[in-house]
């Protein structure tokens, strides 16, 4: 078994499954606390590096929404937040929840095409602008 595979494994055990029972919806988990219940020795990089994988969010159905962490990223006071998922535990054929943003990809992508490409599309835009007395007008 792998080191995130490891820290997987704790942290559904100690912290997911604790929190699924008592029905909350978010978590808080600090790194030093799961590195110290490992028993390892300056691992601690690997505890934040899983800690912080959009894999591990997806195999475990949590999802990061915050986390604090000294400048490197990295310590034992690291602490991050989840938001459980509603179906369970990730890795079980279920999709990640999705935001807003990515919802959004792909829904405009045949536009730039139709206009002959991004970089023309940006270079007709700039050309129907001119620059009067220190303003950009656009031409009519």
């Known amino acids: 078994m792998g080191l995130n595979e490891e820290v997987q494994r704790l942290v559904k055990v100690a ?3 604790p929190a ?14 799961v590195h110290r219940e490992l028993r390892w020795v300056n ?3 690997s505890v ?24 490197s990223g990295m310590g ?4 991050y937040v989840y938001r459980l998922s509603e179906h369970g535990t990730g890795g079980q054929g ?7 943003l ?5 829904a405009l992508s045949g536009i730039f095409h139709e206009l002959g490409g991004a970089e023309k599309f940006i270079r007709d835009e700039r050309q129907k602008l001119h620059f009067v007395k220190g303003e950009y007008k656009e031409e009519q």
Do not use: H, M, N
Request: hydrophobic share 25%.
């Open 15 to 17: 912290y997911i499954e």
């Open 20 to 33: 699924r029972r008592r029905g909350e919806s978010i978590i808080r988990i600090k790194a030093g606390d």
């Open 43 to 45: 691992r601690v990089p």
């Open 48 to 71: 934040c590096t899983t800690l912080s994988s959009r894999k591990f969010q997806e195999e475990t159905g949590l999802k990061l929404i915050q986390k604090d962490t000294p400048p």
């Open 76 to 79: 034992t006071r690291a602490v």
């Open 94 to 100: 279920q999709k990640p929840e999705r935001g807003r």
């Open 102 to 106: 990515e919802a959004l990809y792909g």
